[in-house]
């Protein structure tokens, strides 16, 4: 139990609210503003938190930014309290528009013991007047107090595509926004740099986080929480930049949302967090904020999971290819064992895609017993069961597409969305939802199944139109409803993990991270491409949600066995691969991986991630994740130079040691001013290292 201090705050002319490592700023003449009070970088007083577009009104002066929008430049504040607790202060405001009669109620929680926010805003029609809200800004800040601060600033963003996510870059903010003398022309600039999601793959091209950083230290860094569309925009005035976090937008995803009298629409949730520990040290704050969202769910046991997928049985499962996958896996020291897709398609048929949709198991893949049979065979191997999922697609050839109504699919045009040989069910609709419950609660009651791989692999487009002002609002609306599903799902069945997947990591975002287990890192086959995915996931996932596949190969050297072991290690090990035919001593290496991840995936969950060479580049010979723990740090080093090599990790200090693998062939170490030199021989190879700290 807690205890909660609650203050009114009076609207003065220096009005503030302290929310951790943030404060809130007003007057009577201006909106509230978000600030770091200590910083002279992030967040300035007269920039608006909240930005309101509608239909009648955009922007107050003309601009292709998400800044001074007029309804957000008339917003004051009306009344403020603030909350206090031992896990969180919160700030809540009210804001109104006397012109349109519209509302915002924003809360700003600060969890304790990280230097981050969450910012969450409801927009209502206070009014007399139907208004069509356009886009809202989720959270907008200044960014430093002159335009000579931003030639000192620099944009990190992560480009993501399929088998490529994660691609982190940095450039000066001046690259993208262009000194062009403001001063002089006694205006602020009209011109932005934006990152903009596409359909409902929420992170299938940028991921949805980034961060701002000084060469002094001060960075700021921010996730936007949706798995709907998302919008971050960056643009410049006379007194520095601004930053904007939004969900969907009408100019970038079909969005608006009519508002009559009364009604209300809850923008999106993102965080922001601050540090003068530069890149490093936001992110590490970001990371303690995602373990404070997650709640309870961080408590959860970190099992190793095995799935048949990956280079192994690609969607095509029978009992005789499953029997030996479960043998070698047990042996290996997995826990659960996740039979992936296709064990609902008739083995007759080839290409199932357009069947999937019921979500019962096709006999003839499992004769002599059905998957009943291979269910008992995972848990008499001491491992629990899991199966493969894609809930909100439905085949157009399968029977669900003509018994459920069209109302329980997206909708455009007045006709169900295809993609793909699919249709996309539509999570607000009650029969999709009852179609989904019977599903799962089938599963778990017929099979004791206690895992599901959710996947997720169609990008059905702007949304849908049916029960929504427009498309945009339709996913949005749809999104919300699935992670509320999710979460009815988890109290349904406590027992049951849930990993979140879409083609790999194209739909990683703290909307549904929030709620589920862990998230397939990417879809990537190839072991020596995967080091640049594993090592910058972190940046935007807990590393303990970071499901780095491992697919070890009986045509694979000791080393590169060991390279794609290594792989799996910087996070949480997902092990695929045809285990029961490997050499005995790769059989060796797995079980010495999966011993090694079973000492120090607990230190996981109070891991913070470091890159000390740098986020890395996709064709980087060298790639390093290091993770601080509370005794002593872990390296994950790759080496793709195909040559011996040789090179410094800077900033390391102490004692170096090889955790894995034990017996090969020695690396070079030696701690210098420097940090810490390596030298590797000849050959693709990686190391998991301990640097402890005297």
Known sequence: MTDTITRDLPAADTARARIGAFELRWGPDAPASLVVPTSTHAGRDGVGLVEVFTSGEQRARTSQAYWRSAVGERLRVQRSEVTGGAGATRAVIVQSDIRTGLEVRTTVTAPAGTAAVRIESEVHNAGRETVVVTAVSSATLGIGRSQDDLDATRWGTAASEWLAEDRWSEVSVRAVLPDIDLAFHGQDGRGHVGLTSHGAWSSGEHVPCGYLARADGEALAWQIETSAGWHADLSQARDGGVLSLLGPTDLEHQFARELLPGETFTAVPVAVSASTAARDGAIAELTRYRRWLRGTAGE????????????????????????????????????????????????????????????????????????????????????APGLWLEPEVVGVDSPAAATLPDEAFFVRFGRRVQEDRRYHLDFRHPAARAHLDATVDHLVEAYGVRYLKLDYNINPGAGTEHHATTAGDGLLGHTRAFRDWLVGVQRRHPALRIENCSSGAMRADYGLLGVTHLQSTSDQQDFRLYPPIAASAPASILPEQCGNWAYPAVDMSDEETSFTLVTGLSGRLYLSGFLDELRPGQRARVAE?????????????????????????????????????????????????????????????????????????????????????????????ARVLRVTHG
């Open 593 to 685: 991986a999966v011993g090694l991840h079973k000492q120090l995936r607990d230190r996981l969950r109070e891991a913070t991630p470091f890159w000390p060479l740098g986020l890395p580049e996709w064709e980087a010979p060298v790639v390093c994740l290091g993770l601080h723990t509370s005794d002593g740090d872990l390296l994950f080093v790759w080496d793709r130079d195909a040559a011996p090599a040789g090179f410094t990790i800077p900033g390391v200090a102490g004692t170096a040691e090889v955790l894995f693998p034990a017996d090969a062939t020695p690396w070079g170490l030696d701690t210098t001013a420097d940090g810490l030199e390596v030298s590797t021989p000849s050959g693709f190879g």
């Open 300 to 383: 959860q046991q970190l099992p190793v999971v095995y799935n048949d997928f990956m280079n192994t049985l690609m969607g095509q499962p029978t009992t005789e290819k499953l029997l030996p996958l479960i043998q070698g896996a047990a042996e290996a020291g997995a826990e659960v064992f996740c039979i992936d897709a296709g064990w609902f398609a008739d083995p007759e048929v080839s290409d199932w895609w357009s069947s999937v949709g019921e979500w019962r198991e096709a006999p003839a893949r499992f004769p002599g017993g059905g998957l009943a049979r291979v269910i008992d065979a995972i848990r008499a191997a001491g491992m």
